[in-house]
């Protein structure tokens, strides 16, 4: 959805009587929060009384209606979800007010991702509004619901309140508490109170003692024999004080003022609640740092390759229909539709004289129509055979079956499938070959779990179980992981210039560092929620072959792998290339120069907005006309900007930002890897430069995290 966009929620499923709208937001350091609220309007545009207005003091309502659920961590911020059951809303409430607010003096413009979701009342998710410039404001309207002809609509409103919380629920017709003097006055009120109550005691005491006498240092009983107390009291100052079970005081005359004084009003307090930080406890026989954390999906039992296969097809197809939105994510690209999902495992299929057993089964039903796909997973980096896929492919084809699903850590490229399988084009019914990697599981669990939310708590948390299993080392789904074979002859073949034109190996190396590169922009779109592409160089309608074995012709000429990332948000397009001679990664972005100001300011302007990053850092000054302008690193150019001026007064038209490291060696992804290598160098180049620029949407930086996506 965009601004003031509105959407029927009927329109968008059947099973909108209750609904889920979530509020999220991230935060650069990882430290910004804000909290939901909710107020419910009459038609006036009003709440009926305080008790209409739901926040952090008041998060459920008596019937049912409204519940705010609490908050979820989402990396470098959080997720807070609002359930609402729509149904039980008062026919006289028209609107529904979705808000959120911050407090000490923090403001909105210091988040980043802001952003409404909805889901029905099984979790599938149906629209999201994405926030761009909040401002400097401390409350927030996300959206509102509201009745259209007895059905319920939502609009994206994104308007912001510069006096708070407060000042919001005041304008909705709520009647609050938010001044900080009249916390402290309450608190001096209830001090007062209780020194007053300490005071009339001593009094009464005082009085008693003048009446009655000191006090004895035994108890009397009522009929006036004497007997000991069996705790008599221990004498203070020389003499005994009365025990409270030995003297009961007078009763106190109420306080005239007190009893004449009416019971105030109770108004809503926006004034957040104080709460104690518990003290760390002591570690126990129950702690050891060596003791790992109980896991849903456990990984410590994975003996083989087999082993691995069963437990890793077990656990994705579970979640798959336990998390709707999840399942619909990676189903859709293969032409299943959007409806109730069955899956199955290690299933027995006739084929011939002897049965086949693949891995899994996804069936989805809709409306009466039956979609249904075998599945094929392979872990720990093993190839799929292809007489395995051709015997799945022709079992499908007999059974009525509308797709082969394999499953690996390998990574498809257009033009060049995984297996060569023989399709009968006699047959009516046909059956698709479809290929998921490992990496892209992943990727679409961290976009749901970061950016995008699922239904309920505990979606997230079978998710972030998931994450953590395919993470695992022991568990084999760590996407693509291996350069080839190929990868130490090339590299030697370039050094020693023995490497010809034409050499397959040559071409298996390019096909490798394809992958790889889908494989990053997978793992850097998780990250920061945007689409993350490769960019091709190539005219449309060329063959992706031919284009590969003219990469791996220059690869053999230059000895330079090259590619190109298209981040949106972003200027410009980050370029990266492995020397493979001289063993270095150079990652790099070209920016246009602004068009206004002096050439001086605009490279001052520059040098400000890369202040946080590295000093090995290279600028590279572009002008019109043929060579390259004055060049320099971040750190030799901070107190001298000027030096990136042309000397020949030339018109700049632009400036390339540029950082080098070395590559790992070995074709793994081990510490001194070449794929680990590639990874990092693209991830601190966008943490440290890209985010920085202008034109860049404010998202958090990438962790140094496994390749996941």
């Not at 299933?347 to 989805?364: A, E, Y």
């Not at 797709?403 to 019914?429: C, F, Q, W, Y």
């Not at 100001?597 to 000054?621: F, N, S």
Request: proline share 6%.
């Amino acid at each position: 959805m965009i601004k003031g966009a509105n959407v029927d929620l009927a329109a968008l499923s059947d099973s909108t009587d209750s609904v889920i709208v979530s509020l999220s937001w991230a935060s650069p350091t990882g430290e910004g929060d804000a909290d939901v609220s909710v107020l419910l309007l009459d038609g006036n545009g009003k709440v009926r009384s305080d008790a209409d207005f739901y926040f952090y003091n008041n998060p459920v309502a008596a019937d049912g209606s409204v519940q705010l659920l609490g908050k979820t961590p989402t990396g470098n911020g959080s997720m807070d979800r609002i359930g609402f059951d729509l149904t039980a809303i008062p026919a006289d409430i028209e609107r529904i007010v979705i808000a959120a607010s911050r407090y000490g003096g923090a403001h909105f413009g210091d988040l980043d991702d802001l952003l409404l979701t909805l889901a029905d009342g099984s979790g599938e998710g149906l629209l999201r509004f994405a926030i761009g410039d909040t401002g400097s404001v401390s409350a927030f309207i996300f959206g509102e619901l509201y009745r259209r002809h007895g059905d319920w609509k939502l609009r994206a409103v994104g308007q912001g309140y510069a006096t708070g919380l407060a000042g919001l629920a005041t304008d909705f017709g709520v009647d609050v508490d938010d001044d900080a003097a009249t916390e402290e006055a309450a608190e001096a009120e209830r001090q007062e109170a209780q020194e007053r109550d300490e005071r009339d005691g001593r009094d009464e005491r005082r009085e008693w003692e003048a009446r009655e006498g000191p006090a004895p240092a035994y108890g009397v009983p009522a009929d006036g024999a004497p007997s000991r107390s069996a705790h008599p009291p221990a004498p203070v100052g020389g003499r005994a004080v009365p025990s409270s079970r030995d003297v009961i005081p007078a009763p106190r005359k109420p306080d005239v003022r007190t009893a004449a004084a009416p019971e105030p009003k109770r108004r809503p307090r926006t004034a957040k609640k104080k709460v104690t930080v518990p003290r760390v406890a002591r570690k126990s026989l129950a702690d050891n740092e060596s003791w790992r954390e109980a896991r849903l999906f456990p990984v410590s039992a994975l003996r083989s390759d087999r082993d691995r296969e069963t437990r890793a097809t077990s656990v994705l197809l579970s979640v798959m229909t336990q998390i709707p939105e999840f399942g619909r994510r990676l189903t859709a690209a293969f032409g299943a539709p959007a409806g109730r999902m069955e899956t199955f495992t290690e299933v027995v299929l006739p084929h011939g004289d002897s049965p086949r057993r693949p891995d899994g089964v996804i069936r989805v039903e809709r409306a009466g129509k039956l979609w249904t796909a075998l599945v094929e997973t392979k872990t720990n980096g093993n190839a799929l055979k292809a007489d395995q896929v051709q015997a799945y492919m022709d079992i499908a084809a007999r059974r009525g079956y509308e797709a082969v699903i394999t499953l690996s850590n390998d990574v498809a490229l257009e033009g060049s499938p995984l297996v060569d399988v023989r399709i009968d084009r006699r047959r009516k019914h046909k059956v698709a070959l479809w290929h998921l990697s490992w990496a892209e599981v992943a990727h679409q669990a961290h976009m749901l779990i970061r950016h995008e939310g699922v239904g309920n708590a505990a979606h997230a948390w079978l998710l972030q179980e998931l994450l953590h299993y395919l993470q695992h080392d022991n568990s084999g789904c760590h996407g693509f992981q291996n350069m080839g074979a190929s990868w130490v002859p090339v590299r030697k073949g370039i050094d020693d210039e023995t490497l010809c034109q034409g050499d397959r190996r040559a071409l298996e190396v390019v096909e490798s560092w394809e992958r790889l590169i889908r494989q990053v922009c997978l793992r850097l779109g998780g990250e920061l929620g945007q689409k993350v592409l490769p960019v091709q160089r190539s005219r449309r309608g060329t063959d992706p072959g031919a284009r590969r074995e003219l990469l791996a012709d220059q690869l053999c000429v230059e000895g330079r792998l090259q590619a190109e990332l298209r981040i949106e948000g972003t200027p410009g397009v980050l370029a990266l290339t492995a020397d493979l001679r001289t063993g270095k990664l150079r990652t790099s972005v070209e920016i246009p120069a602004p068009e206004e100001g002096y050439p001086l300011t605009r490279v001052k302007r520059l040098i400000r907005r890369l202040a946080e990053a590295p000093a090995d850092l290279h600028i590279e000054t572009l002008v019109d006309g043929e060579g390259g302008g004055p060049r320099g690193t971040l750190e030799r150019l901070r107190p001298e900007p000027a030096d990136l001026l042309p000397r020949n007064g030339a018109a700049i038209t632009g400036f390339r930002l540029s950082l080098f490291k070395g590559m790992g060696s070995s074709r793994g992804n081990a510490e001194a890897g070449f794929i680990r290598s590639v990874d990092d160098a693209v991830h601190r180049f966008y943490a440290t430069v890209v985010a920085h620029l202008d034109g860049a949407s404010p998202r958090r930086s990438p962790s140094a995290e496994p390749a996941t996506a």
